[in-house]
C-alpha cells in the first residue's frame, strides 16, 4: 500500500500560497520597471524642485533655502513700517512655508527685530545671513560679535561686506577681512563673502581668493544690475558683464546668492517678476535667492513662481 504523504498544516499552506502570490508580483513589477521608459534610456525621475529646497551653497559645505527671505527692502524701512509683531509674524509665515534662509544686515532697520522674529525657531534649521559696512576705525572682533548679541546666537552663517563699489576694495578693506578671518577662527562665523554694487568691484570680488559667498545683483531686465562706474546708485544696463562673473564664481565653487530678483520692488508687472525667476532659477551659477517681502501674498506668489520656474527649467 502506497504511503500518504503527511498533510502540512494549513496555516503552513497559507504561508507557502502568500509567498508564491508576492513572489510573482514583485517578478512582474520588476518586469514592468525594466520595460519602463526611463530605464531602458539608464535616467531616473528627476526629484522636483521647489522654491524651499534645502540647497548647495557653492561649495561652501553650508544649505540654505533656495528662497530666502530678504530684510532691507528700502534699507529696511518697508518691513520696519509693519510694526514689529506683524514682521515677527511674516518671517514665522515664511518659515512655515519653508523659508529658512534670512538675509539682514547691521545697517537695515529691522537689524534689532531679528531675534525676536526668530525666538523659539530651531536654530540649525535656519540660515542667517547678515552684513556689515566697516569704518577704519572700526573694532572688527566687537562688531561682528554685537551681530551675535543682536541675533541671539552663537554665530551667524554668512557675514558679508556690505556694498563694495571701488576697484581694487580688497586692499582698503584689508584689516576689516583679517578681522572676519579670526572670526571665521573663532567659529562666530561659518562662511564669509562681500555683496558689491559695481562691475569693477564685482571683479575685484572675483579674483580675490578670499570670499566663500557673493550676493549679487541678477535679473533679465538688467534693473539695478552693476554696472562699469564705481558708484552704487549708478547702474550698468547690461547683465552680460556680471553674467561673465558668475560663471567665473562657479568655476571657483563660491555660493551665489541673487538678490534684486524683482527689480528692486520695480516690476509691478507680473510678466516681469515671471521673466526675472524663470531666468534666476536656469542659472546654474546661482545656489540661492532673496526677495525682500512685505506681506504672505508676496511669499505665496514668490513660492508659486519659482516652482513654476524650476518646472520650466
Known amino acids: 500500500m502506497k504511503a500518504r504523504t503527511p498533510q502540512r498544516p494549513a496555516a503552513h499552506r497559507l504561508t507557502c500560497v502568500t509567498t508564491r502570490r508576492e513572489f510573482l508580483q514583485r517578478t512582474a513589477a520588476a ?17 522636483v524642485r521647489t522654491a524651499v529646497d534645502q540647497v548647495p551653497l557653492g561649495k561652501t559645505g553650508l544649505k540654505l533655502s533656495r528662497l530666502g527671505f530678504g530684510t532691507g527692502t528700502d534699507s529696511g524701512h518697508v518691513q520696519r513700517a509693519l510694526g514689529q509683531q506683524a514682521f515677527n509674524n511674516l518671517v514665522r509665515y515664511a518659515y512655515d512655508r519653508g523659508i529658512t534662509h534670512f538675509d539682514c544686515a547691521q545697517s537695515y532697520a529691522t537689524f ?12 540649525e534649521k535656519l540660515f542667517l545671513q547678515s552684513k556689515l559696512r566697516g569704518r577704519p576705525e572700526d573694532d572688527v572682533l566687537k562688531t561682528i560679535d554685537r551681530h551675535r548679541q543682536v541675533f541671539n546666537t552663537d554665530y551667524v552663517d ?26 571665521k577662527d573663532k567659529k562666530w562665523i561659518r562662511v564669509q563673502g562681500v555683496s558689491c554694487h559695481s562691475l569693477p568691484a564685482l571683479r575685484t570680488a572675483v579674483a580675490s ?29 547690461d547683465i552680460a558683464p556680471v553674467l ?19 527689480g528692486n520692488g520695480d516690476f509691478q508687472n507680473p510678466a516681469d517678476r515671471e521673466k526675472a525667476a524663470r531666468f534666476a532659477m536656469a542659472r546654474p551659477e546661482i545656489s ?26
Open 158 to 183: 554668512s557675514l558679508l561686506i556690505h556694498c563694495m563699489v571701488k576697484d581694487g576694495w580688497t586692499d582698503a578693506w584689508k584689516r576689516i577681512m583679517d578681522g572676519f578671518d579670526k572670526a
Open 288 to 313: 540661492a535667492v532673496v526677495i525682500g517681502f512685505k506681506s504672505t501674498k508676496e511669499i505665496d506668489e514668490a513660492i508659486e513662481r519659482i516652482n513654476r520656474a524650476l518646472a520650466a527649467a
Open 31 to 47: 518586469g514592468a520597471a525594466l520595460l519602463s521608459p526611463s530605464f531602458l534610456c539608464g535616467a531616473e525621475t528627476p526629484p
Open 244 to 262: 561673465e562673473q558668475l560663471r567665473a564664481m562657479h568655476a571657483k565653487g563660491r555660493g551665489v546668492i541673487g538678490m534684486k530678483l524683482v
Open 112 to 123: 534689532e527685530w531679528i531675534a525676536g522674529a526668530t525666538k523659539g525657531l530651531p536654530r
Open 209 to 237: 581668493d578670499w570670499p566663500d559667498v557673493h550676493l549679487v545683483r541678477v535679473n533679465p531686465q538688467a534693473n539695478h544690475i552693476d554696472g562699469p562706474e564705481q558708484q552704487w546708485n549708478k547702474p550698468g544696463k
